[in-house]
């Protein structure tokens, strides 16, 4: 267990003392209109770090309003490049103040500072700068018709306003892979932070001003999801909206996108197979599977959260997984040597202990783990042990609902055929890993594997340039790549008669 924590560098103190946090709207940053706010609690010891502004229907009016402003004016008038430099200005910002965001990350999230620092913060302004690159490059095409003498083109433009909700996982990076694509396309931005961390959002915020975005392109509102979420989704004014999270939340957004008929992108959930078999590299696959499930505590929607081993070395690589899993050191997020932290919030440690409780009671196997971790100050905080099921069967509920926490279920299977079948057997379609050194075998599973992501020998890599999102119930749209593009822009076609 680690316990000894950083101290708070001095801009992260310097941040949290004028509070509450105010949203940023039009280029300021403002109270609610309501004067509410909500306090963010530190989930390595449940006290509150501080409060923020809540945003609701009035602040999001107010914030969509600014957005349509900036879009129909300022903002149309910014050539690409210029776009490019402001993302590229914005990122270099964020890699200035690394430090400070990874420990406000760490602070509201609970995930452990080695992580925010390796993989948050880093791949935030990986992505602006990939963007950036993009603003200049985003071009229509000229068409050669028969039906005449015509010169026929098209236009590739922005859509509009777009709404963006982000969940509470990857507070930071996910507003990067929101507003990036959305920016550097010509759009204008109303986004909402998940009301369990608004913190680095915010930060960005500050940011996003110092780099010298005109007011109104980019908005930034907590609150939450039934109230500003809402308002967002089925505001008449916003063009799109784009929303990643549970897919229960991605049905309302789309029943409420249905008034003006906005476009919507949805990156939801994932029960991914994690698939090993025996002529794999056992030690390579351990490591990933570790990897895999307990990164970020298992709160990951690409989690391998369903880990299939072939019967063979069943016994084995569990024994090897659950060895591993329980030398995993937990601790506060702030601590240098935590491998593992907090999960989020009290209602996300009640949802997983739940899923523990259920697992035992359908009859799988805790070889690790299984319940709270209450060690020392850890009863204080939201701290769950790595948890690896044995006996697990396809059908069971902790096999096929999404937990979100740190537990992975290990499912025996017997052939290809087997596994595959087993594997596609769930409403979700996200990720799913193979671990094989069998080229053709490898290459034949990650074809038949419904899924928008599919890692061989590898797991959760990730790149700005590679495009993610879901098959089945994991949703429609691709970040990531020039495929976000195709989200953020949309086409018109432009003809001129020659004759
Ligand atoms: P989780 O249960 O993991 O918090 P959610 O899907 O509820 O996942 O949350 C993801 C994001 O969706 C958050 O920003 C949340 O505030 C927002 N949200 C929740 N409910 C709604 C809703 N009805 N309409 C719009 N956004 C919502």
């Given at each position: 267990m680690a316990t000894k924590q950083l101290e708070l560098h001095q801009s992260v103190v310097k941040f949290l003392?004028?509070?509450p946090k105010k949203m940023l709207i039009n280029g300021q940053f403002v109270q609610s209109v309501s004067g509410k706010t909500f306090e963010t609690i530190n989930p390595a010891t449940g006290e509150v770090i501080t409060k923020v502004y809540e945003a609701d229907k009035e602040d999001i009016e107010k914030a969509v309003k600014a957005a349509r402003v900036a879009f129909e004016g300022p903002w149309k008038k910014v050539p690409p490049n210029q776009r490019q430099m402001l993302l590229l200005k914005l990122a270099d910002l964020i890699e200035k103040n690394a430090e400070e965001l990874a420990q406000l990350e760490t602070l509201d999230n609970g995930k452990p500072i080695r992580e925010s620092r390796a993989v948050d913060v880093p791949v935030t302004a990986d992505h602006f700068r990939y963007y950036a690159g993009w603003a200049t490059k985003i071009h229509g095409e000229t068409i050669p018709v028969s039906c005449g003498n015509f010169l026929t083109y098209t236009l590739r433009e922005p859509v509009g306003v777009v709404g963006q909700i982000i969940p509470w996982n990857f507070p930071l990076l996910m507003a990067a892979w929101k507003i990036a694509a959305a920016v550097a396309c010509g759009n204008c931005v109303v986004l909402k932070p998940a009301e369990q961390t608004p913190l680095t959002a915010l930060r960005l915020g500050e940011l996003i001003m110092?780099?010298?975005f005109p007011a109104g392109v980019i908005n930034i509102c907590p609150g939450f999801g039934e109230t500003a979420g809402a308002a967002l989704s089925g505001h008449m004014d916003v063009d799109k909206v784009a929303f990643t999270g549970e897919y229960i939340t991605g049905r309302k957004i789309i029943q409420a996108s249905a008034g003006n008929l906005?476009?919507?992108s949805l990156e939801l959930g994932g029960k991914a197979p994690n698939i090993v078999f025996v002529d794999g590299d056992m030690e390579a696959a351990v490591k990933g599977c570790i990897g895999s499930v307990f990164f970020n505590q298992g709160q990951v929607c690409c989690a391998?959260?369903?880990?299939?081993?072939?019967?063979?070395?069943?016994?084995?690589f569990i024994s090897k997984v659950s060895d591993r899993a329980g030398k995993l050191t937990l601790g506060p997020g702030l601590c240098e040597e935590t491998?593992?932290?907090?999960?989020?919030s009290s209602d996300q440690l009640k949802r997983v202990t739940g899923y523990l409780e259920t697992g035992k009671k359908e009859g799988a196997k805790p070889v690790c783990g299984g319940d709270r971790a209450t060690d020392g100050d850890l009863q204080k905080g939201y701290f769950v042990k790595p948890t690896v099921f044995a006996n697990v069967n396809n059908k069971m509920k902790i096999a096929q609902e999404e937990i979100f926490g740190p537990v992975v279920s290990a499912i025996p299977f017997k052939d290809i055929e087997d596994v595959i079948t087993q594997g596609n057997d769930t409403t979700y379609g996200l990720s799913a890993g193979i671990w094989t050194k069998d080229i053709k075998k490898a290459h034949a599973v990650a074809k038949a594997i419904k899924a928008g992501t599919v890692w061989i020998?590898?797991?959760n890599v990730f790149d700005s340039a590679a495009p993610f999102g879901g098959y089945k119930q994991s949703g429609f749209g691709r970040e990531?790549?020039?495929h976000a593009l195709e989200l953020y822009t949309q086409i018109k076609a432009v003809w001129v008669n020659l004759d």
């Amino acid at each position: 267990m680690a316990t000894k924590q950083l101290e708070l560098h001095q801009s992260v103190v310097k941040f949290l003392s004028n509070a509450p946090k105010k949203m940023l709207i039009n280029g300021q940053f403002v109270q609610s209109v309501s004067g509410k706010t909500f306090e963010t609690i530190n989930p390595a010891t449940g006290e509150v770090i501080t409060k923020v502004y809540e945003a609701d229907k009035e602040d999001i009016e107010k914030a969509v309003k600014a957005a349509r402003v900036a879009f129909e004016g300022p903002w149309k008038k910014v050539p690409p490049n210029q776009r490019q430099m402001l993302l590229l200005k914005l990122a270099d910002l964020i890699e200035k103040n690394a430090e400070e965001l990874a420990q406000l990350e760490t602070l509201d999230n609970g995930k452990p500072i080695r992580e925010s620092r390796a993989v948050d913060v880093p791949v935030t302004a990986d992505h602006f700068r990939y963007y950036a690159g993009w603003a200049t490059k985003i071009h229509g095409e000229t068409i050669p018709v028969s039906c005449g003498n015509f010169l026929t083109y098209t236009l590739r433009e922005p859509v509009g306003v777009v709404g963006q909700i982000i969940p509470w996982n990857f507070p930071l990076l996910m507003a990067a892979w929101k507003i990036a694509a959305a920016v550097a396309c010509g759009n204008c931005v109303v986004l909402k932070p998940a009301e369990q961390t608004p913190l680095t959002a915010l930060r960005l915020g500050e940011l996003i001003m110092e780099a010298g975005f005109p007011a109104g392109v980019i908005n930034i509102c907590p609150g939450f999801g039934e109230t500003a979420g809402a308002a967002l989704s089925g505001h008449m004014d916003v063009d799109k909206v784009a929303f990643t999270g549970e897919y229960i939340t991605g049905r309302k957004i789309i029943q409420a996108s249905a008034g003006n008929l906005k476009r919507v992108s949805l990156e939801l959930g994932g029960k991914a197979p994690n698939i090993v078999f025996v002529d794999g590299d056992m030690e390579a696959a351990v490591k990933g599977c570790i990897g895999s499930v307990f990164f970020n505590q298992g709160q990951v929607c690409c989690a391998g959260t369903r880990l299939f081993v072939e019967n063979k070395i069943y016994d084995e690589f569990i024994s090897k997984v659950s060895d591993r899993a329980g030398k995993l050191t937990l601790g506060p997020g702030l601590c240098e040597e935590t491998q593992m932290g907090p999960l989020v919030s009290s209602d996300q440690l009640k949802r997983v202990t739940g899923y523990l409780e259920t697992g035992k009671k359908e009859g799988a196997k805790p070889v690790c783990g299984g319940d709270r971790a209450t060690d020392g100050d850890l009863q204080k905080g939201y701290f769950v042990k790595p948890t690896v099921f044995a006996n697990v069967n396809n059908k069971m509920k902790i096999a096929q609902e999404e937990i979100f926490g740190p537990v992975v279920s290990a499912i025996p299977f017997k052939d290809i055929e087997d596994v595959i079948t087993q594997g596609n057997d769930t409403t979700y379609g996200l990720s799913a890993g193979i671990w094989t050194k069998d080229i053709k075998k490898a290459h034949a599973v990650a074809k038949a594997i419904k899924a928008g992501t599919v890692w061989i020998n590898c797991y959760n890599v990730f790149d700005s340039a590679a495009p993610f999102g879901g098959y089945k119930q994991s949703g429609f749209g691709r970040e990531g790549g020039i495929h976000a593009l195709e989200l953020y822009t949309q086409i018109k076609a432009v003809w001129v008669n020659l004759d």
